[in-house]
């Protein structure tokens, strides 16, 4: 180990115990978010009708937008490994209950929004500890592996919790559901517990620290100070925006329109999803990315280029392609932007940043979903994907205009990376 307790180069991700632990963890925690969140839903329909999920889903999701970046004052503060397990403990017992209160008594609004509630403010502690753990296990070099096996984790998880989620509905209704996402949760935890993280002996004690406000701030002041992570971040928002999920809904409402039925929808997003499967592995085997910075920017183009291309699309076996090359190239972007960040920042602020770009990936979520509905109601699909494009464009832009990001390289193979942050943070 270096003297900073970061790893030095080792074997190859996929072949590194840790990595394989904290990504088991990873997958199984994804995997009964996606079953939760259906059971929630499904009962929430089933108890209040379809007008009131929108409600208990946004329960959730409020407090987890609002305290993201609080939760990554706490990861730096008390450690990742630490408050991961903590808060993989919490949910895992939240949702157990959760599963035993649903069996016992009829539940109501009254159970399912104080769950979602709690949820949601757990979730905002643990999702930037679990995402910095990967540079305090991982070689430097290994980081951009490490995000494209990330990449395949949540597309497996996107397929597989569906299909989970839907057998124990079935046999075991929401009480079983529940408990299948509370079984993966602790599942999760007991992996975690397992993953080995060398210390930061330069982080000082908490009772030196400032108090969270003031960390909270140094965290934002250090990103907006770094020449690398000031214009990726802005990058990582702008070609987040539309992907973290209103283009989901745009799908739906593209294939409703052009009268291709839920199974052109389902094949477009088949197509989407192993198009992103596919970056993501190819950036798993792949020995290094060169010029990363212009990477990002390149698959950006095509990503504008790609969604436009989908929105007028009047035949579903073309929609089919594009929306392939859309989930190819925006698979590959957040790979190695993920990797970047981890790469370029100190880790005594790794939970911090990880909860920016968290923030910034789907922050933003909640609001742009009845966007997309106003939008193709009014102008129709096409001007939706229209402007997403031109989001993704922007990006893409802005990308070539910042001189730090352009020219970004990810370790490994002898590339160095770009140079530390212009000034140190106050």
Request: proline share 7%.
């Amino acid at each position: 180990m270096t003297p900073q307790g970061v790893p030095v180069p080792g074997p190859p991700a996929y072949r590194d115990a840790d990595v394989l632990r904290w990504l088991a963890a990873y997958t199984a925690s994804v995997t009964g978010d996606v079953v939760y969140f259906l059971a929630l839903s499904w009962s929430a329909a089933r108890v209040a009708g379809p007008s009131q999920v929108g409600l208990v889903i946004a329960a959730g999701a409020l407090p987890r937008a609002v305290l993201m970046l609080g939760g990554g004052v706490v990861a730096d503060r008390f450690g990742p490994r630490r408050v991961a397990v903590a808060s993989d403990a919490t949910r895992s017992v939240v949702i157990l209950a959760a599963a035993a209160a649903v069996l016992l008594i009829s539940p109501g609004l009254w159970l399912l929004v104080p769950v979602a509630l709690v949820f949601g403010v757990v979730d905002a502690v643990f999702m930037p500890a679990v995402g910095a753990l990967p540079p305090r296990i991982a070689a430097p070099e290994q980081l951009a592996r490490v995000q494209g096996m990330r990449g395949l984790s949540i597309r497996l998880s996107n397929a597989a919790g569906p299909l989970l989620a839907g057998v124990v509905l079935a046999v075991g209704g929401a009480a079983g559901a529940f408990a299948a996402a509370g079984a993966l949760f602790a599942l999760s935890l007991a992996l975690l517990l397992t993953v080995r993280v060398p210390p930061l002996p330069s982080l000082p004690s908490t009772d030196d620290r400032a108090s969270a406000v003031g960390e909270l701030r140094d965290g934002l002041r250090y990103v907006r100070r770094h020449r690398m992570l000031a214009p990726l971040v802005t990058v990582i928002g702008l070609s987040e925006m539309c992907f973290s999920g209103p283009v989901a809904a745009g799908l739906v409402l593209l294939a409703d329109e052009r009268g291709w039925g839920a199974a052109g929808m389902g094949w477009i997003a088949s197509a989407f999803s192993v198009g992103a499967a596919a970056g993501a592995l190819l950036l798993t085997v792949g020995s290094r990315v060169p010029r990363a910075g212009m990477t990002v920017s390149g698959a950006l183009f095509v990503t504008a280029a790609g969604t436009v291309a989908l929105g007028h699309a009047r035949s579903l076996p073309l929609a089919v392609a594009f929306g392939a090359l859309v989930g190819l190239t925006s698979g590959v972007t957040a790979t190695v932007t993920g990797a970047l960040v981890q790469t370029e920042t100190d880790p005594r602020y790794l939970g911090r940043v990880t909860s920016v770009t968290t923030l910034c990936a789907l922050g933003l979520a909640p609001v742009l979903f009845p966007v997309a509905g106003v939008t193709v109601d009014v102008w129709g699909a096409a001007m939706f994907f229209t402007v997403c494009g031109g989001i993704c464009l922007l990006a893409a832009v802005f990308g070539v205009a910042a001189p730090a990001l352009r020219r970004a390289e990810l370790r490994g193979d002898g590339a160095q990376s770009t140079p530390a942050p212009s000034s140190s943070p106050a």
